[in-house]
Nanobody
Framework: QLQLVESGGGLVQPGGSLRLSCAVS????????ITWFRQAPGKEREGVSC???????TYADSVKGRFTISQDSAEKTVHLQMNSLKAEDTAIYYC?????????????????WGQGIQVSVSS
């Protein structure tokens, strides 16, 4: 089973940047998808960005051109670089993973989750 631990959240002003990291352990397959989700107060959890084992990436329309997902295979870490942050990016961010390559943005497909980390964008 996968273990996922997020880091890098915090408070940033609008227009600023943050980099989230998700340390992943427990791989038992070469096939995987690691997805960042977020949940804002009073809203449903939504998919933000995903990367799979062959490096294919997907993004929600709301973050395209501002967020970049990447992976460091040696360190078994997935990063989410978030630039030009807006107040509406404020949420708890979760990384989730499972052993398939399709990168769905539906939380029900993922068996393994991190504990979540707060990102707040405010002046």
């Amino acid at each position: 089973q996968l273990q996922l631990v997020e880091s890098g959240g915090g408070l940033v002003q609008p227009g600023g940047s943050l980099r989230l990291s998700c340390a992943v352990s427990g791989f038992s397959s070469i096939y995987y998808s690691i997805t960042w989700f977020r949940q804002a107060p009073g809203k449903e959890r939504e998919g933000v960005s995903c990367i799979n084992n062959d490096g294919t990436t997907t993004y929600a329309d709301s973050v395209k051109g501002r967020f970049t997902i990447s992976q460091d295979s040696a360190e078994k870490t997935v990063h989410l670089q978030m630039n030009s942050l807006k107040a509406e990016d404020t949420a708890i961010y979760y990384c989730a993973g499972d052993f398939f390559t399709s990168c769905p943005f539906r939380e029900k497909y993922y068996s393994y989750w991190g504990q979540g980390i707060q990102v707040s964008v405010s002046s």
